[in-house]
């Protein structure tokens, strides 16, 4: 029997050390990111340039909210958006099989992403042993920092390319009706359904609007969308959700990627206020 060429890809791209290398320096970014950050974490400062490093540490509270999606959902079809927004939440769809059952008929095409699984092989050869050494400061993880990143970002690029090209390869040697995983050296490939899709506005045909309402979750990309042309404000949609925790996140960038995300925050602010102003 002929290997699959996805196997060979696979155990290519192993063995040339770039999947290592790739989860090796994402586990040691990790562990220094946390170390600076256990080591700040008690500064009033939320910002912490190393400028000698082209580096920033930066805090940010997250909040986390429990959201009366059925309220939402009112909200967005009484303005006439709910249909350009909604996805079936298939979590709450399953508890209910009559209108699980039903909605099967307006479900989309399957699209499928690549898994890697790693067998005892594999796993030594991924396996992150990197340790801080104990004279090390925050300046030294910061410089560490700073080297990695540029070579993580280029190996993420090409890991994201190879799993493009094994998911065409493993499509066109396997039945869609047949997802057995593919072995390899160090492993084996899974080929794995994403969450299902559904045609909404069929649904909406069929069956109306009370089941999306019900168990419809609005895409948080595309009610953006919606803010930044507009058509909705940021207080439209705050009444729906409670605070029910605040995180508070760590991350180290560039000063130049720190730009570039400060720029985009700022243009995508005019952009909603000049619309809302304009609607």
Same mark, same amino acid.
């Given at each position: ?19 290592? &290398? ?51 959902? &009112? ?133 109306? &609007? ?13 009610? &953006? ?55």
């Amino acid at each position: 029997m002929s290997r699959i060429p996805a196997a060979t890809l696979m155990e290519k791209f192993i063995e040339d050390g770039h999947y290592p &290398e790739l989860k090796k320096t994402e586990g040691t970014l990790k562990t220094l990111t946390n170390s600076i950050k256990t080591a700040l974490e008690s500064s009033e400062s939320k910002r912490h340039v190393f400028e000698k490093w082209n580096l920033v540490g930066r805090f940010t509270a997250k909040k986390i909210y429990n959201v009366d999606y059925i309220g939402l959902n &009112e909200y967005l079809y009484d303005v006439g958006l709910l249909l350009q927004v909604a996805e079936i939440d298939n979590n709450a769809i399953k508890t209910n099989e009559l209108y699980h059952d039903m909605i099967q008929d307006f479900r989309l095409p399957e699209t499928f992403y690549v898994k890697p699984n790693f067998n005892k092989a594999g796993k030594e050869l991924i396996k992150s042993d990197f340790e801080i050494p104990d004279y090390w400061g925050i300046n030294e993880a910061a410089q560490h920092i700073g080297q990695l990143k540029p070579r993580a970002k280029e190996l993420a690029h090409q890991y994201e390319g190879l799993k493009s090209k094994l998911l065409h390869l493993i499509e066109k040697d396997q039945q869609k009706s047949i997802k057995q995983p593919i072995p390899h050296k160090y492993g084996s490939l899974s080929w794995v359904a994403n969450q299902p899709k559904y045609d909404i506005s069929a649904i909406y045909d069929y069956l109306g &609007e009370g089941l999306l309402i019900e168990y419809g979750k609005p895409n948080s990309k595309l009610l &953006e969308h919606y803010i930044l042309n507009g058509m909705l404000s940021e207080r439209d949609i705050e009444p729906f959700k409670t605070v029910k925790d605040i995180r508070l996140d760590f991350s180290v960038m560039t000063l130049e990627d720190e730009e570039k995300f400060l720029t985009m925050m700022d243009i995508k602010k005019q952009i909603s206020a000049a619309n809302r102003v304009g609607a």
